[in-house]
Nanobody, 115 residues
Framework: QVQLVESGGGSVQAGGSLRLSCAASGISSSILAMGWYRQAPGRQRELVAIITSGGSTNYADSVKGRFTISRDNAKNTMFLQMNSLKPEDTAVYYC?????????WGKGTLVTVSS
């Protein structure tokens, strides 16, 4: 059974930091990449950051220089270090795993940034 377990969300004031984690288990296909997406109320889900199995990364322009994605391949775990948070970063953050078979989504973790 595939499980993606996200953790680390919460409430923080603007300028603060949070670290999200996503632990994947039960995936038998080869993992090609892992990514973080977010969805704010009334908005479409958008890519925040993605990291390939080889370590290449890509970020949304809105988070470049503030967020850092990383992963532990041996543990199929991914992290998102979020610094200098802004109120516009408020959203549900989802973990996504892309494989050479199916793709999988986590259930999301809420990040709330107050001004």
């Amino acid at each position: 059974q595939v499980q993606l377990v996200e953790s680390g969300g919460g409430s923080v004031q603007a300028g603060g930091s949070l670290r999200l984690s996503c632990a994947a288990s039960g995936i038998s296909s080869s993992i090609l990449a892992m990514g973080w997406y977010r969805q704010a109320p009334g908005r479409q889900r958008e890519l925040v950051a993605i990291i390939t199995s080889g370590g290449s990364t890509n970020y949304a322009d809105s988070v470049k220089g503030r967020f850092t994605i990383s992963r532990d391949n041996a543990k199929n775990t991914m992290f998102l270090q979020m610094n200098s948070l802004k109120p516009e970063d408020t959203a549900v953050y989802y973990c996504k795993v892309l494989t050479n078979g199916m793709n999988y989504w986590g259930k999301g973790t809420l990040v709330t940034v107050s001004s």
